[in-house]
């Protein structure tokens, strides 16, 4: 398996690594920076640097055994053993923490259960399963712009997977369960605005994500409203 360094701090732009496993054009290393796709959450890319200069592209990264970095089909290629530096694209992976954050902002603005989301780095969205009046997309703007200016901390947390399953309202989505079994399970916490469990990368504050707009507001069924923000700057 390997080391998710994210998992302890999302800032660390790049990191030392052995190579442990080569499978076509995926490459596992003991431990990485690189997020892998999952819970809505797009895979980091960046690059692989090998001992002799070397540069190979990560076009993706994604959940195998242990975290599988993607390179292009004519890429070069490390041997098992040999000793990488792993560097994100990190202007596109702080866009991912933003945006990422920014979503739980918004889903403690919309009172719903979240069936479905998706981070990307210019626009973002996350769908509710709503039952009555639908907010409007200039009140959704508003009232994330207040939580953001009060600039909380942004944190992980662990709880047991006992813990989890007496406290259901920790998990807003209706889809995807987090991950147990592993005996504890990451929460998110925002101070005073949202807690709920998640595995993804984030910004330390609130005042990170800087100025969102909710842009649309789409229906996606007799109950489900999609709700789609982007970045302003």
């Known amino acids: ?32 920076v690189f997020y892998p796709m999952g819970g809505g959450q797009p ?4 690059t692989l640097t090998f001992a002799d200069g070397r540069v190979a592209k990560v076009v993706d990264s994604a959940k195998g055994d242990g975290v599988v970095h993607v390179l292009p089909p004519d890429a070069p290629r490390p041997a098992v053993g040999d000793k990488v530096t792993a560097t994100l694209d990190w202007d596109r992976r702080y866009r991912h923490m933003r945006m990422h954050t920014a979503l739980h902002v918004m889903s403690a603005v919309i009172k719903g259960n979240v069936t479905g989301g998706q981070v990307n780095a210019d626009k973002s969205r996350l769908d509710f399963n709503l039952d009555g009046d639908v907010p409007t997309k200039e009140f959704v703007t508003e009232e994330m712009a207040k939580l953001i200016g009060l600039d909380r901390p942004v944190a992980a947390q662990w709880i047991t997977d006992e813990e989890l399953a007496a406290r259901p309202e920790l998990v ?6 987090p991950p147990s079994g592993a005996g504890k399970v990451r929460l998110l916490s925002i101070e005073g605005i949202d807690l709920q469990a998640c595995g993804g990368t984030h910004v330390a504050r609130t005042s990170e994500i800087g100025r969102v707009e909710c842009v649309k507001v789409e229906n996606k069924g007799k109950m489900n409203r999609r709700f789609i923000v982007q970045l302003v700057d």
């Open 1 to 32: 398996m390997t080391e998710e360094l994210f998992r302890q701090d999302s800032y660390l732009k790049s990191c030392e690594a052995t190579v442990v496993g080569v499978d076509g054009n995926g490459v596992r290393l003991d431990r990485t």
């Open 43 to 46: 895979g980091d890319t960046g």
């Open 172 to 177: 807003k989505t209706m889809s995807v369960r």
